[in-house]
């Protein structure tokens, strides 16, 4: 199935920083991308809908000044965690569709990324 | 809440006995799929059923869905101590925005 990286896996930072998750389409072309939160034992709360070459659409209650969310070519989109405080660690996930490949729609899920803010 | 609930929330069984997990959901679909998830990983793919089948099959995966009851079911034969894992369902309400349901920890003992 289709590839999807994303980079870093981990990252630890201080408090006021900010932090830049990228998330690659490594062999398909993703016009569209989503990001996700995740708590531990919790499901996966989507934050927003990444859209290349325009605006991302954010879900209600997520902060769009925040979690900025540049998608900026096909393959490659980026949340980045503005000023974070340590409310904001959590684990960030990515997914994206193939919307040209065999496929049914289906999404390809990143690793995900575990941000800890101390 | 946008999320669809699944049960049990905690699934823990012998090796070689099947699991069986459900999810209901709030709106129509267009397709609903399962996906598994790995402690600290990120999401794999399982088996996507749409809304006019009823039942879906992958090895040793079977999938129902019954869309006048809005639920799914994830049934796992002879389990196996890999399949320990978080299981989701995600629904499509064809927006392609997927809403995740709240996930079933599944614990398979050897």
């Known amino acids: 199935g289709a590839v999807v990286s994303q980079h870093p896996s981990w990252v630890i930072c201080k408090s006021g920083t900010s932090v830049k998750i990228e998330c690659r389409s490594l062999?398909?072309?993703?016009?569209?991308m989503f990001w996700y939160r995740q708590f531990p034992k919790q499901s996966l709360m989507l934050m927003a809908t990444s859209n290349e070459g325009s605006k991302a659409t954010y879900e209600q209650g997520v902060e769009k000044d925040k979690f900025l969310i540049n998608h900026a070519s096909l393959t490659l989109s980026t949340l980045t965690v503005t000023s974070a405080h340590p409310e904001d660690s959590s684990f960030y996930i990515c997914s994206a569709r193939d919307l040209q490949g065999p496929g049914t729609g289906e999404l390809f899920f990143g690793e995900g990324s575990r941000l800890t803010v101390l | 809440s946008q999320q669809g609930e699944e049960d049990p929330q905690a699934l823990s069984i012998q090796e070689g006995e099947n699991a069986t997990m459900n999810c209901s959901y709030k709106t129509s679909i267009n397709n609903l799929q399962w996906y598994r998830q790995n402690s600290g990983r990120g999401l794999v793919h399982l088996i996507l059923i749409r809304s006019n089948e009823r039942e879906k099959h992958s090895g040793r995966l079977r999938v129902t869905l019954d869309t006048s009851k809005k639920s799914s079911s994830l049934l796992i034969t002879a389990s196996r101590a890999a399949d320990t894992a978080s299981y989701f369902c995600a629904t499509d309400s064809g927006t392609y925005k997927y809403i995740f349901g709240t996930g079933t920890r599944l614990k398979v003992l050897a």
């Open positions: 062999d398909f072309q993703a016009t569209t």
